[in-house]
């Protein structure tokens, strides 16, 4: 099946040390529910879900208790039962070492399930099926965590003609991909038919790196069992070339397809969509089983006496997992994902998120510290070694010196940040960190340059106000004297007519109505916000009134001063 | 002799009418330049330059009025821009004109805030709150931190906090190229 | 045929008037620190230059020599080429404002360019006839277009380059336009050769 | 504590260095078998000194001296000076090419990998043009006496004329200079005794070191195809259609490959990666470029070998060479990648 498909090449990539052995050998086994969950809000890529769990309450596993805030956004869910103990800052699993709102849990040890549902997809609308996702909190499980649901639109065509699942899983040291294919091919299809059917994708291409034999061999059993299920060809198993990086989506397109999506482009719109074989499994276990996203399988690798895949809650601590794996004692960090592109964390007490595919211990052993950065002598290897066919050596020239116009001149956004220039880089160069801190910065300036077109805005808009004012008043005052003048004017009259006419009279008596209405006015302004105040409120209300005149009478001298 | 003054008048007359025609047929109207400044400006509206906002100082620099290092908030970067912009040369940041500082916001103390409004008057973006013996605050997503609000104050109860950093707009940083010890020895 | 085109090509390369003869270095220096803007002055140069050779020939051949009045030539010579630069800065002012702006000072200093008034006059000592003077000005003016936007080049990329202290800016910038004047001299005897 | 990637490739800049100066020898040792060990003298004067000057200019610019004093880029520059230069140059001239190299070509820049001009091409262009005479005296071939080729170097100059010869180079351009003479061509570049059977006797056989040095580069992954292919195809179709043209007056491709620098630039100096230009299609332009200049500097121009100030004079155009050749990027490739 596989010796039919065309394969594609493209360019660059490395061929690093795989180290996959080490964590395959066991099957998965399910990790134990901690004492205390810890599970971010801000899991997935968009808006940062609200809290809808207080300190204090009872939540069941699967309940949501982080709502999705807008469609481009992903719900996230409590991983077991229990009581919540807080909602708070608390560390990320985020190379910052910056705090972020966490739900912490602690689980009463019952793992009581909310009520669970199946839903019938086929008689939903996409839109329906779509807003399902997102609140059963089904992101991308291949690291990127992009809400699924937000894939899983056909785009402006209707249909498409690929659907590409990555079990590529190129990053040296993971293995929670290839372990998945092998122990639950037929649940990935499953979720794969759901996701083809949902994107009317005439084809299912499901590219795997030759390193994974077993895998291939599984899933290519269960390919077949689908399609004669179906009663067509459209699942097939492709061996792809083991080469870091063909498990990026963009790479596996190419390979599978040969349609290359540019940066900033959504592939749909060239007729074909990836998902991570973790997240088929995700889809078809909200849908066809009515489970929110509340685990996945994790890799603990690296410096490690024992690696092996975990299934893990969410909030898990990294440290409890890598505890189950008899770390090495000279063990100094702990890193989230593959040596390649993992970020380090700050601390093993970080939880596992939907982002963790794997933990891995490192040691100064195991990953050297890097050579001293000597300067760049534009060999071009890590031009060679771009696979996003990049000039990694000018985007650095300029990231460096901190010219990031001509940084983005050379495309600096279409970087992956896949880490092949700085692995090859002969003058070791940590050249992604150049590109991630330009990145940033552009990203920084972008929002400083909006905030700066509102604050022009808005300050125009003063201006504009000010002159209206002036002119306003400057109206008013006009019809004031124009009024005084004509009041003086009939007074006059008055006096040397002592007959008034009634026009007169109800001139007099409309102006006497206004006095009367402005000085109620005058007199009705108070505090707008001050209805239904609870006593202590009210207190603190006059308490703050006193201070204020106080401080009115301590500020008169100095104000008089100024003057 | 003679020759000369009307050969040479002769040229000057030509010559002055040519220019003359040109003058009248290629007038422009307008300077599309102050745009480009007033972009470059980091829109704080504080008047640290010495011109009464972002607008009026673009004018000047455009003009050849003003230097282009008088923007504290603009910092060395905002100079740098302005001297590609207009093809001069970088000039540090003018110290009578103040200092790059962080980005911050003003944050008005509200148990001493004695509603006298003098802030809402001052704020150029309008990001004050509040009314006539009305407890007053900060709109934090549009203030600029151009303290201009502080001056004003009579309770001194405005303060400027430095925007802290987040998960959301945390930065990567500049690589710094370590080079210990034992590395230097070794080799 | 080929004397023309040896008056071009020798005026861009063997003889260019930046690197060899060393004329029109301030506009070299001082417009050259990006590309857009190098192109931008190396057009409204040729512009200029060209008419300035056309128009001194003409009134060299025609008003000076035959009035006996070639003791006016670098005066009217002058004058003819300010006239050319008002022109071509209203010009660029309606078409471009932002090249007129990024020019800057430059535009109206074209005007006392040596490169501008010693082109015109070597026209004159080389004994050219009309059309070589054309074409000697517009090689020379491409030669300095050419200077600039080389140059250019290597500034924008050495604005990022960890240079000295002492020898950022002008300097390096100095030192830059020495070696590749130095290059430049490998075409030296190019144009004798027979 | 390093971010991602974790581990590296085991490669350095030193590594590539000595492996480019590994590449020099088979040339030098041809160089020493016909025109004896002069030019061993002049490795060690120009190693001397350009190591002398790099680290007093590191230590200048409070970089760390031992560190990038060992990357061994300052010995590839010292290595093409002496190679460039005649072996019998005196000492002074060596070190004070290598001394303008190394400070004002690559320190005043900021050092390895920010110069834009190529440092041994500088110096031998600044001597040349400031030591004309010097800089063309050249040990004949196989006089390979020691004592006088010291001598020269370090003592009297009077002795030279005994032991310098013309190059073929140069022999042939005084030839070419000569209208009388060029009818003759064809017989000059037949005596053996001078030119040997392709480039001049000796200067062939250190080509043929070089290029040997070259393939090994290639098989090495150092250099790519594009350079030296792109280099020695150019110089070869010019050299040879002139030659097809009117052979009495231009020599052929054979003599143009095999003499003077040719083969040192195909492998070793055009393919410097700092200065030259760095993309695909760039390499080829820049390699052409090159090419085409020294075929035209040495067959019109006034000096001998042409290379230093093509190399030169490409190095100039490099930077819009880059800017103008860059690769498509992924998904950039063609008008549906744009637009879908």
């Given amino acids: 099946m596989s010796a039919l498909q065309r394969l594609f090449k493209f360019h660059g990539g490395v061929k690093p040390a795989y180290n996959k052995e080490a964590s395959t050998g066991l099957p998965i086994a399910v990790a134990p529910t901690p004492t205390l969950l810890v599970i971010p809000l ?81 008689k939903a609308s996409p839109t329906q099926t779509r807003d399902y996702l997102r609140d059963a909190g089904v992101v991308g499980l291949g690291g990127a965590v992009f809400p699924t649901h937000l894939k899983l639109n056909p785009g402006k065509h209707g249909k498409l003609d690929t659907l590409v699942l990555n079990g590529a899983e190129c990053e040296p040291f993971i293995t929670c991909d290839d372990v998945l294919m092998r122990e639950r091919a037929e649940t990935i299809l499953k979720g794969a038919i759901i996701m083809r059917e949902m994107l009317s994708a005439r084809q299912v291409l499901i590219g795997i790196e030759d390193n994974k034999p077993e895998a291939i061999a599984a899933m290519e059993i269960a390919a077949q069992a689908a399609n004669q299920a179906a009663g067509d060809l459209a699942m097939q198993v492709v061996s792809v070339p083991t080469r870091y990086p063909a498990g990026g989506a963009k790479q596996l397109i190419r390979v599978l397809t040969g349609i290359e999506v540019p940066h900033g482009k959504r592939s749909t719109d060239y007729g074909v969509q990836c998902f991570n074989v973790g997240t088929a499994y995700a889809v078809y276990e909200a849908i066809a089983l009515g489970q929110p996203l509340i685990s996945r399988i994790v890799t603990v690798a690296g410096n490690v006496g024992q690696a092996r895949n975990y299934e893990a809650l969410f909030g898990t601590p990294m440290r409890d997992l890598v505890a189950l794996c008899d770390p090495l004692p000279d063990s100094d960090r702990v890193i989230m994902g593959g040596p390649m592109m993992g970020l380090l964390m700050p601390g093993d007490e970080v939880p596992v998120v939907k982002a963790t595919n794997c933990v891995l211990v490192g040691s100064r052993k195991l990953f050297p510290p890097p050579p001293p950065e000597m300067p760049c002598i534009r060999c071009g290897e890590c031009a060679k070694a771009c696979p996003a066919d990049l000039q990694p050596f000018e985007m650095y020239w300029f990231s460096r010196a901190k010219i990031f116009g001509k940084a983005q001149e050379y495309k600096l956004f279409d970087c992956i940040e896949c880490g092949c220039c700085a692995y090859v880089c002969p003058s070791h160069i940590p050249l992604v960190d150049y590109y991630r801190f330009a990145k940033s910065e552009i990203w920084a300036r972008e929002v400083d340059k909006e905030a700066a077109d509102i604050a022009r805005e808005r300050y125009e808009f003063r201006l504009l106000r000010e002159e209206r004012e002036k002119q306003e008043k400057a109206a008013k005052l006009a019809a004031k004297t124009a009024a005084g003048r004509e009041k003086a004017a009939a007074a006059i009259a008055e006096a040397a007519k002592p007959a008034a006419t009634p026009e007169d009279d109800t001139k007099k008596a409309l102006i006497a109505a206004a006095l009367e209405r402005a000085k109620a006015q005058k007199e009705q302004v108070h505090p707008g916000n001050v209805s239904n105040l609870t006593p202590e409120q009210e207190a603190e209300v006059t308490a703050i009134e006193a201070r204020r005149a106080e401080i009115r009478e301590m500020a008169k001298p100095h104000l008089r001063q100024d003057d | 002799m003679l020759e000369a003054i009307l050969v040479m008048a002769f040229g000057a007359l030509v010559l002055g009418a040519a220019l003359g025609y040109a003058a009248v047929r290629f007038r422009v109207e307008g300077d599309p330049l102050v745009e480009k400044i007033d972009a470059i400006l980091p829109q704080t509206q504080c008047g640290q330059c010495g011109f009464p906002g972002c607008k ?64 809402i008057q001052a704020c150029p973006v309008d990001a004050i709150v509040g009314a006539a013996k009305q407890m007053h605050t900060v709109v934090a997503p549009l203030c600029t931190g151009c303290e201009l609000c502080l001056p004003p104050c009579p309770v001194d109860c405005i303060s400027m906090q430095s925007t802290g950093e987040s998960v959301e707009n945390w930065k990567w940083k500049y690589p710094v190229v370590k080079i210990n010890p034992a590395q230097r020895e070794s080799t | 045929m080929t004397s023309y085109l040896f008056v071009v090509l020798g005026a861009v390369l063997v003889n260019n008037v930046v690197f060899v003869r060393i004329l029109g270095l301030c506009p070299f220096m001082g417009v050259s620190k990006k590309l857009e803007t190098a192109v931008g002055m190396g057009a409204a140069t040729t512009f200029v230059l060209t ?65 501008v008034l010693g082109i015109p006059l070597l026209n004159v000592s080389l004994r050219h006839n009309f059309l070589e003077s054309l074409l000697f000005g517009f090689g020379s003016a491409v030669g300095f277009t050419l200077a600039l936007i080389l140059f250019a080049g290597i500034r924008e990329r050495l604005e990022a380059a960890d240079v000295p202290v002492h020898f950022r800016g002008t300097a390096i910038a100095m030192i830059t336009a020495g070696l590749m004047s130095l290059a430049f001299m490998g075409f030296a005897g190019l144009d004798k050769y027979k | 504590m390093n971010n991602s990637p974790y581990f590296l490739k085991p490669a350095s800049v030193q590594s590539v260095m000595l492996r480019v100066l590994v590449a020099l020898l088979p040339g030098i040792a041809a160089y020493v078998w016909f025109f004896g060990a002069a030019i061993l003298v002049q490795i060690v004067l120009a190693s001397v000194t350009a190591l002398a000057a790099e680290a007093v200019m590191l230590r200048l610019r409070d970089k760390p001296v031992m560190l990038f004093l060992s990357d061994g880029s300052a010995l590839v520059t010292a290595w093409l000076i002496a190679l460039t230069f005649p072996s019998i140059a005196p000492w002074w001239l060596t070190v004070l090419g290598t001394l303008l190299a190394i400070v004002v070509a690559k320190h005043l820049y900021g050092g390895l990998g920010q110069n834009p001009f190529n440092p041994a091409m500088v110096a031998f262009a600044l001597m040349i043009v400031a030591y004309p005479l010097l800089m063309s005296q050249w040990p004949k071939v196989d006089a390979t006496d020691f004592a006088g080729q010291w001598e020269a170097i370090f003592g009297s100059r009077q002795i030279l004329d005994a032991m310098t010869m013309a190059t073929p180079l140069d022999a042939l351009r005084t030839v070419l200079r000569d209208p009388e003479q060029r009818a003759m061509i064809g017989g000059i570049l037949g005596s053996k005794a001078t030119f040997g059977n392709v480039g001049g006797r000796g200067w062939e056989w250190i080509a043929t070191g070089y290029f040997l040095g070259g393939l090994y580069l290639l098989q090495q992954r150092i250099i790519t195809w594009h350079m030296p292919t792109a280099f020695l195809a150019t110089l070869f179709v010019v050299s040879g259609a002139f030659a097809l043209y009117e052979p009495d007056r231009f020599a052929g491709p054979g003599f143009q490959l095999f003499t003077g620098g040719a083969m040192l630039a195909a492998f070793f100096i055009v393919t410097d990666p700092v200065s030259g230009a760095t993309t695909p299609r760039g390499k080829l332009i820049f390699a052409a470029g090159v090419a085409l200049l020294t075929w035209i500097i040495r067959t019109f121009g006034a000096y001998p070998d042409g290379i230093a100030f093509a190399v030169l004079l490409m190095n100039i155009a490099t930077p819009l060479i880059d800017m103008y050749t860059q690769p498509p990027v992924f998904g950039h490739k063609d008008k549906r990648g744009d637009s879908p």
């Fill in chain 1, 42 to 122: 801000h899991q997935s890529i968009g808006g940062m879900p609200r809290p809808l769990v207080k300190a204090g309450e009872r939540v069941l596993k699967g309940q949501r208790i982080g709502g999705a805030d807008g469609n481009a956004s992903s719900a996230v869910h409590a991983s077991t039962s229990g009581a919540v103990v807080a909602v708070e800052m608390r560390l990320m699993p985020h190379t910052s070492g910056l705090s972020a709102l966490c739900v912490v849990i602690e689980p009463d040890g019952r793992d009581e399930w909310i009520a669970r549902q199946p839903f019938d997809f086929r």
């Fill in chain 2, 56 to 119: 009026p100082y673009a004018q000047a620099i455009a003009k050849g009025e003003a230097e282009i290092n008088q923007c504290p908030p603009g910092g060395e970067e905002g100079i740098h821009k302005l001297a590609d912009l207009l093809g001069r040369e970088f000039k540090s940041l003018s110290a009578e004109h103040g200092i790059e500082k962080p980005k911050s916001v003003a944050v008005i103390d509200e148990q001493v805030c004695i509603g006298c409004t003098l802030c």
């Fill in chain 3, 51 to 115: 008419m300035a050779c056309g128009a001194s020939f003409v009134i060299d051949r025609w008003l000076l020599i035959p009035n006996q009045l070639e003791y006016l030539r670098t005066l009217s010579f002058i004058v003819t080429i300010a006239a050319i630069v008002q022109l071509t800065e209203l010009v660029i002012q309606k078409t471009s404002p932002l090249l007129h702006q990024v020019l800057g000072i430059y535009l109206p200093l074209i005007t006392t360019n040596c490169a």
